[in-house]
């Protein structure tokens, strides 16, 4: 009998007791930088050592921690459902902890592309500074969507949800669209949980959600009882 299939939306939240700061909690990394100045293409070509230099600090921080109880909730499914996890986060946590499929919406940490050939990308745990070039000599930038860009992987995510039996959602404000829109793409009657300690979402918004308002690490495990019972 084919697996069930569990779509995942995770935001920073997920990461968040892995000790990775969200974007919009209090003391958030959005707090401490001005995002057009970090986070947008404009900004790289303002300031590359200070744009580069922001993603170096949080490539350093991602090499220091570890997935949390909720990331290796989330692989453990893997034994009783078919998961498919869609993140809005560029850590490889998701990864570290076991999910086989994961798919970056928003890029990821740990790789860097030629700014000339968008399709030349690499695997980068060191520091990226100015300089750091491709073989035709051009500067490389982090593989990270910013503000501005396209989405690449949008299509995939959209066909992905489309196909969910269950949407969980970790972790997210769901302020940041496309990525927030995919909550409108499930079938009508789609069971939703949507885990967040701290969570803003009317549960009037939509008739099948069930807010969870519980960290990654409390809710995961929460909704694994429920669906086992259904
Ligand atoms: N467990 C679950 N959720 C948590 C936890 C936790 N331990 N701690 C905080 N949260 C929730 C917060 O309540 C908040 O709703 O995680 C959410 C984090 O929201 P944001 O900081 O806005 O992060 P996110 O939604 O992932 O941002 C989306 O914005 O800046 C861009 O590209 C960036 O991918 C990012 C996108």
Redesign the pocket.
């Known amino acids: 009998m084919a697996k069930k299939k569990i779509v995942v939306l995770?935001?920073?939240?997920?990461s968040?007791?892995s000790g990775l700061k969200?974007?919009?909690?209090a003391n958030?990394?959005?707090e401490g930088h001005d995002?057009m100045q970090v986070?947008s293409p404009e900004g790289f070509a303002n300031d590359p050592e200070l744009v580069l230099e922001f993603y170096n600090q949080r490539r350093r921080q991602l090499l220091e921690v570890a997935p949390n109880k909720?990331h290796h909730d989330l692989a453990a499914m893997e034994t009783d459902f078919d998961v498919h996890i869609i993140t809005?986060?560029?850590d490889n946590l998701h990864e570290q902890a076991g999910s086989s499929k994961v798919l970056h919406?928003?890029g990821e940490l740990l790789k860097v592309r030629s700014t000339e050939n968008e399709n030349d990308i690499r695997y980068w745990e060191k520091d990226l500074i100015v300089g750091d070039v491709d073989q035709n000599g051009h500067q490389l930038r982090p593989h990270?969507?910013w503000?501005g860009e396209m989405v690449p992987q949008l299509d995939n995510a959209i066909a992905i949800t489309k196909k969910a039996e269950v949407l969980l959602i970790?972790?997210?404000?769901?302020?940041?669209y496309p990525?927030?829109s995919l909550i409108h793409y499930v079938r009508m009657g789609t069971p939703i949980y949507f885990?967040?300690?701290?969570?803003?979402v009317g549960a009037s918004d939509f008739p099948n959600l069930q807010i969870i308002s519980?960290?990654?690490?409390e809710?995961v495990s929460e909704v694994i009882r429920m669906l086992q019972k259904t």
């Open positions: 995770t935001g920073a939240g997920m968040a007791e969200t974007f919009r909690d958030g990394l959005w995002v986070a909720g809005q986060n560029v919406l928003h990270i969507v503000f970790i972790g997210t404000s769901m302020q940041v990525a927030a885990i967040d300690p701290k969570s803003k519980k960290t990654a690490s809710g």
